[in-house]
């Protein structure tokens, strides 16, 4: 089933609410026509990802300290703190694209460091990432409709699937259907990150994890790309893991939040409250160096 909550676990509905600090309700962001689960937000519905106890050593060196956060389907988080502070970790750990020294990281309630190899490769078509660089998923070699759909090739879809699928992505990043035919470099910075993003959505990923995928944009491109992110993630009811030193845009994009420092959370909740009524001191210090 394209694009249900349930992918990455291959099962049952996992919707529901399911962060740990106690949300508000999140808005229903779901895909037309899916089924709604009976109870979306009960109690102890399985979250689509879960980070339980995660923590991550490099070369005898603590750089994540015992993090823990669950994020139901359609919903976003920001991953904020200052440069080392451990976000990029946390995204690769959350892509499975590294284990964890200690903990779980979990989709849809499996671990995916327990998941037999054949089966995570198969699921990973449901679990996106959008990089700083776009040319991270973009080969310069290659014309990008073809970086767009290889994807698709774990998905088993035919030539003409394919490339139907190909030009809805490139209309939901509002580019025409001959951006196909080009090479990365004959697009601007912003388009190149549309162009990722593109390649992101082709497989209708149940989550997609973004790190910085504003911060190599001017000004200008970067809100573009935020509202982009917004609708295609309202409307496509895509899980949003943002890592970002941006707290306005945390604010328009995530409805939780999770500050890091030194590899620790130090507060986390709805974006809100983190944002707007900070705890701790430092998450204060990061607002204050906004204003
Ligand atoms: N593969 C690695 N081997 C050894 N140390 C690493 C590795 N990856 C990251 N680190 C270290 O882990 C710490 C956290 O790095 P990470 O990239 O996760 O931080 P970050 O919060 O994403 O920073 P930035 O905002 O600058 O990208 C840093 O001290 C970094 O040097």
Same mark, same amino acid.
């Given at each position: 089933?394209?694009?249900?909550?349930?992918?990455?676990?291959?099962?049952?509905?996992?919707?529901?609410?399911?962060?740990?600090?106690?949300?508000?309700?999140?808005?229903?962001?779901?895909?037309?026509?899916?089924?709604?689960?009976?109870?979306?937000?009960?109690?102890?519905?399985?979250?689509?990802?879960?980070?339980?106890?995660?923590?991550?050593?490099?070369?005898?060196?603590?750089?994540?300290?015992?993090?823990?956060?669950?994020?139901?389907?359609?919903?976003?988080?920001?991953?904020? @703190?200052?440069?080392?502070?451990?976000?990029?970790?946390?995204?690769?750990?959350?892509?499975?694209?590294?284990?964890?020294?200690? *903990?779980?990281?979990?989709?849809?309630?499996?671990?995916?460091?327990?998941?037999?190899?054949?089966?995570?490769?198969?699921?990973?078509?449901?679990?996106?990432?959008?990089?700083?660089?776009?040319?991270?998923?973009?080969?310069?070699?290659?014309?990008? *409709?073809?970086?767009?759909?290889?994807?698709?090739?774990?998905?088993?879809?035919?030539?003409?699937?394919?490339?139907?699928?190909?030009?809805?992505?490139?209309?939901?990043?509002?580019?025409?259907?001959?951006?196909?035919?080009?090479?990365?470099?004959?697009?601007?910075?912003?388009?190149?990150?549309?162009?990722?993003?593109?390649?992101?959505?082709?497989?209708?990923? /149940?989550?997609?994890?973004?790190?910085?995928?504003?911060?190599?944009?001017?000004?200008?491109?970067?809100?573009?790309?935020?509202?982009?992110?917004?609708?295609?993630?309202?409307?496509? @009811?895509?899980?949003?893991?943002?890592?970002?030193?941006?707290?306005?845009?945390?604010?328009?994009?995530?409805?939780?939040?999770?500050?890091?420092?030194?590899?620790?959370?130090?507060?986390?909740?709805?974006?809100? /409250?983190?944002?707007?009524?900070?705890?701790?001191?430092?998450?204060?210090?990061?607002?204050?160096?906004?204003?």
């Amino acid at each position: 089933m394209d694009g249900a909550p349930g992918v990455l676990g291959g099962g049952a509905m996992t919707q529901g609410r399911a962060w740990s600090t106690g949300s508000p309700q999140p808005q229903p962001h779901r895909h037309p026509g899916l089924q709604e689960p009976a109870e979306p937000h009960a109690a102890g519905a399985t979250p689509l990802l879960e980070a339980d106890d995660v923590a991550q050593r490099y070369a005898g060196r603590d750089v994540l300290r015992r993090v823990s956060f669950r994020l139901a389907a359609g919903e976003s988080l920001g991953i904020i @703190g200052e440069s080392g502070a451990g976000k990029s970790t946390l995204a690769r750990l959350l892509m499975a694209l590294e284990r964890p020294s200690q *903990g779980h990281v979990r989709w849809s309630g499996d671990d995916v460091n327990a998941l037999p190899a054949a089966v995570l490769r198969a699921r990973r078509a449901r679990v996106q990432m959008v990089f700083q660089d776009p040319y991270s998923s973009l080969d310069p070699r290659w014309r990008v *409709g073809r970086s767009i759909t290889e994807p698709l090739h774990l998905l088993r879809m035919t030539a003409d699937e394919r490339q139907q699928r190909l030009h809805e992505v490139l209309a939901a990043v509002q580019l025409e259907p001959d951006a196909a035919e080009r090479f990365p470099h004959q697009f601007s910075g912003g388009q190149r990150q549309r162009l990722a993003i593109a390649r992101a959505l082709a497989t209708r990923p /149940a989550l997609i994890v973004a790190d910085e995928p504003l911060s190599a944009l001017d000004v200008s491109v970067q809100a573009q790309i935020l509202v982009l992110l917004r609708d295609l993630q309202r409307r496509e @009811g895509i899980s949003l893991v943002m890592v970002s030193h941006d707290l306005p845009a945390v604010e328009v994009l995530c409805d939780h939040a999770l500050v890091l420092r030194h590899g620790e959370v130090v507060e986390q909740g709805p974006t809100r /409250a983190v944002l707007g009524d900070p705890r701790h001191a430092y998450t204060q210090a990061l607002l204050a160096a906004l204003a």
